[in-house]
Structure formats: C-alpha cells, structure tokens
C-alpha cells in the first residue's frame, strides 16, 4: 500500500484530536468538532481549512500563456495581472480531466491549482503539449508550500490581524518605522491575488513562485494571498512556504477562525451549488452538462478542445446535472437512483443535510426532459423511495 503523504499541519491536526482520513493519497482532516458546528462557523464567523493537498504548479517563460491557453477553456492571454480565472481542462474528445484556478502573477508567470487526485494527471496532460523549442519551465511545487483557506463573514477582519501579527506585508506597504498599511486585503478583489513577505522584499529567501532575480511584487514574493475560496462564503487562500504554515494556522485560530475538516467544506460547497471533481463530474462528462458552460471559451485557434466542445454545443447530450431538495432528512447518496413514475432517470452524485436549510439536499444527473425546475422526483434510498424536488441551485446564497 502506499504511504499517505501528510501536509505541514499534520501534526497541528492530530493535536486539536482531528479525525483524520485518507483523501487522495492524502492523510486530511475530515472533522474537528463536527461537520455542522464547523459549517456554522464558516457561515457565521470565519473557520480555517488546510487544503495544502491541492496542487500547485508554477508555469513560466514566454510560451506559457500560449501552452494554457491550448489546454484551459478559458483564454488566459488576455487576463491581467494579479487576475484569477476558474477554468476547466478537457481532453481532446471534450470530456473534463480536471477543473482548476489559473493566477497570473506576471506577464510571463501563471500559478496553476489542480485538484488533488489529479495533480499528476493534469501534469501528465500539460507535458504532452511541450516541445524542446519552447520557453517554458513547469515547476510543482506543491509539497514545498502550505495552502491554508479562511471562509467566512469574519475573514477579511481575522486575516487582516493576522498578517501583521505575522509579519507578512504587501511589496509596497512594508516600510521601515511606519505602521504597514493592510487595506490592500480589503480592496483586494473577489478572484484576485496579491503578495505577501516576511520584512524587506530583498531578504526574501524561498522564491518559491517565480525568478528571484524579478523584483515584481507578484513574481518572488514569499507568500501569496487570493480572494478564492470554495464554501459560498468571501474568503481568502494564502499559500506560503511550509516552514511557516503552522505559525500562520496558529495566529488564525487563536484570532477566532475555527479549524474545520473536510467534511464541513463539503457540505458548504454543495450548498453553493459548487461541483466535486470525481462526484459531479469526470471523464465521462463534458463541461456543459455540468452547469460549467460560461466558464468555456471554445472557439478559440489552438484550443485542444475546440471541435469537440463546439460539437456538444450543437449536439448537447440529452443528460443534465441539477439541484433538488428532499421532503425528509434521508441524506441522498452517490450512486443512489433517481426515480420518476417508477422508471430510473438519473443517479444522485452529491448529497447531505443542510443545517443551514433544515432539509437535505443533493445534485445528479437527470434525463433532459425531467430537468426542470420544480419537478417532482424520487430517490432510491435502499428499495425505498422519498420525494424530492429539482430546484434552482446554488442552495444558499450570502446575504
């Protein structure tokens, strides 16, 4: 059998006496407390999750933009600087191998987040695409850096604390004598990224995330800090070094952000109407029958994926995944059919019990026909069926 890897925080983990599972060839945390305690932290005040099994993958030199827009459903030549897309990597029969967030720190450096199970697969597919005459360096540096996310109403405050009792700064706040200025986390932008340092950019000794010999604030800083997230919530990732992720955690927790598993991130992205690879999709799907159409920008010159998406276009698939709400507490399983007039329509690939509703909720795949909102259906739920009914997703929405 092969060994789990363990993240930075492992130890950090196993103290707050989390439960701890495998995950993608990953030993994670899949609840501290409970699931629904830390889902209510998340949605009332600010909880803390260790994603730092997401890949992160550093593409550079001046074909890099060129290599993803060939691979990416979205262009990212044309994004600016400090700018994050959510993009999906489809094969050449249109069908998704992965879906990630591309950031551009520089005209010539892009940072790359795969989903953990498919880190090395979206490497192996991006090394198809390289020739020897391009100018391009593919760097993961995914087990050399820590990826830690706050989510929550009380993010942006906790965070803001946090990095100046850590002293990290931004490139042009981080003057000798004067209090730094941190209103930078407050303008920073939904989807959008800016830099982090311990002290004087020039005392920088990781150069983890570009070349160390550019002193653009975005290209060899010591840290990065993102308005991403992925639980409905406003939020930020910040993605620094290994070696300091346990202080920032730390500093995090005891300014109020609650720990939180696995397990709570995966009932608040459902409940955000938000797709799991491996659950929602995979590489039997195509990007539109998962709700992911306006993220894809086929017809573009180059595109790998161009003829087959315009194809499904023109030819959709006569399957569609939606959202529906049980009338009982009967969680709805992966795999579970769905029924409608006693004849099987679909199969249940997402489920759980809202605490936020009050009722459970779930996404699957359903005959076109049956798709509509307001529909009634059932779920097989072990020879016995339950109402349900397609609704509008996302579930919940932030006031």
Known sequence: MTELKLTSLHDVHTNLRARMVPFAGWEMPIQYEGIISEANAVRNSAGIFDVSHMGRVILSGSD??????????????????????????????????????????????????????????????????????????????????AMIAIQGPLSESIISKAVLECGLFQFESNHEGNTPDISYLKNLRPFHITSLFFGLPATDEFHLFGNPEEKSPLVNPDGLIARTGYTGEDGFEIMIHRNQSEKIWSTLHKLGAIPAGLGSRDLLRL???????????????????????????????????????????????????????????????????????????????????????????????VQKEFSSTGNSIQIDIRGRFYDAQIVKMPFYLRS
């Open 64 to 145: 890099a933009s060129g290599l993803l827009d060939r691979i990416l459903s979205v262009q990212v030549s044309n994004m600016k600087i400090g700018q994050a897309k959510y993009s999906v990597i489809c094969n050449q029969e249109g069908f998704i191998i992965d879906d990630c967030i591309v950031y551009r720190l520089s005209e010539e450096l892009f940072l790359l987040i795969p989903n953990a199970s498919n880190r090395a697969s979206v490497l192996d597919w991006i090394s198809k695409f390289v020739t020897a005459n391009m100018n391009i360096n593919i760097s993961d540096i995914t087990t050399d850096t």
């Open 271 to 365: 409940e955000a109407g938000m797709v799991l690879y491996g659950n929602d999709m995979d590489l039997t799907t195509n990007p539109y029958e998962v709700g992911l159409g306006r993220f894809v920008k086929p017809n573009r010159s180059g595109y790998v994926a161009r003829e087959a998406l315009l194809n499904f276009q023109k030819f959709p698939t006569n399957r569609q995944l939606v959202g529906f709400k049980m009338a009982v507490r009967n969680i709805p399983r992966h795999g579970y059919s769905i029924v409608s007039n006693g004849d099987i329509i679909g199969e249940v690939t997402s489920g759980v019990f809202s605490p936020d509703l009050g009722i459970s909720i779930g996404m699957g795949f």
